[in-house]
């Protein structure tokens, strides 16, 4: 695998249609390569396996070990989709799995588990534009790495929603908590906060509750807390209730199925600022700008902050 600062070539060649590969010891077999999955740009299979390949190294350590829900477009981002989270009897022998049954399902569901290489290639070559993992891992399922605060606009201007994850990361500095940031690749942000499997998906859940709570009390003008639709017409709304267990967004450094082939992009918090764009971070140039400024995200995957600590220095912003 090639390192980070280093370019890898294409992993298929520009012409057959049917190609055979060999990765992290298993044959992988990749069909219909020419088939146009971004009609506007003339982008095919071909060249999002070709991505993934040359970005995995950035962002497998988003993947490993965990079970993920498989976001199928074998058709392209204007054909059928599907989400696919029982791949029982479906896939390869050596495809690792994950069996869970969910409070209230009567059958335990098999889940895809990215082990590696191979198994983010796979996914890719079922059509999944986008990777969807857990925010656990298969070692403590009920455990994330990360807690998620998700910013969802209405027909909020772009501005706006960073203006959002800028409060949002001022009250956590306040507090004393990392975190990172990345684009949706969509229309939002997506904020996290490493929380090193300390805590259940139900803590993290209230963490990010109690958050959005003070965020909102900061600008109440043109965000919300509902969930119901209805109720928060024309602002943002600050999702908590990703973190739940297999609730599931876009990676770090995912495509997403959107016009334009964008990617959901880790920033530096001072890039994230008024003039930033969504269509600034592409299939086009995320593997140049990782070559250059390295993963903002890696924090992550680190030591995980005192939840309870951070809480009780909420507490002023609830009070006010």
């Known amino acids: 695998m090639a390192s980070n600062g280093q370019t890898r070539n ?4 520009p012409a057959e249609e049917i190609q055979i590969r ?11 390569l020419s088939k146009i999955f971004w009609p506007k740009e003339n982008l095919t299979k071909r060249d999002m ?7 995995a190294p950035y962002i497998l350590p988003y993947l490993k070990s965990r079970p993920h829900s498989l976001n199928r477009h074998p058709d392209g981002i204007e054909g059928e989709h599907f989400f696919q989270k029982n791949i029982k009897g479906k896939a390869p022998e050596w495809i ?12 335990e569901k098999e889940f895809l588990v990215c082990a590696d290489e191979a198994h983010l290639l796979y996914m890719v070559s079922l059509g999944c534009i986008e990777i969807n993992p857990w925010s656990s891992r298969i070692g403590k399922p009920g455990y994330p790495d990360w807690c998620i605060i998700d910013f969802d606009p209405d027909n909020n201007p772009f501005s706006q929603v960073i203006d959002a994850a800028q409060v949002t990361h001022q009250i956590l500095e306040s507090i004393g908590v990392n975190s990172c940031c990345k684009t949706s690749g969509s229309t939002g942000i997506h904020i996290y906060i490493p929380l090193g499997t300390k805590y259940t998906y139900d803590e993290s859940k209230e963490f990010a509750r109690v958050i959005v709570t003070a ?10 807390i509902d969930r119901p639709t209805l109720k928060r017409k024309g602002k943002i709304y600050l999702d908590f209730l990703q973190n739940r267990p297999q609730a599931t967004l ?22 994230l600022k008024k003039g930033l764009q969504m269509e600034d971070f592409t299939i086009y140039n995320a593997l140049e700008r990782l070559r250059k400024e390295g993963d903002p995200f890696k924090p992550v995957l680190g030591k995980g902050v005192d939840m309870y ?3 009780e220095r909420l507490r002023p912003y609830a009070e006010r």
């Not at 060999?22 to 219909?32: A, D, Q, R, V």
């Not at 965020?215 to 919300?224: K, M, Q, R």
């Not at 770090?252 to 001072?270: D, E, Q």
């Open 96 to 107: 690792e799995k994950f069996a869970y049954r969910s409070e209230g399902d009567e059958k």
């Open 250 to 271: 876009a990676a770090p450094y995912s495509l997403r199925p959107k016009p334009g082939a964008p990617v959901s992009m880790p920033l530096y918090w001072p890039e």
């Open 309 to 311: 600590k951070a809480m």
């Open 215 to 224: 965020v909102h009390a900061e600008i109440p003008g043109f965000t919300s």
């Open 10 to 13: 294409n992993l298929l060649d």
């Open 22 to 32: 060999k990765i992290s010891g298993h044959e992988l077999k990749f069909t219909h």
């Open 49 to 55: 396996l070709n991505y993934y390949y040359q970005v």
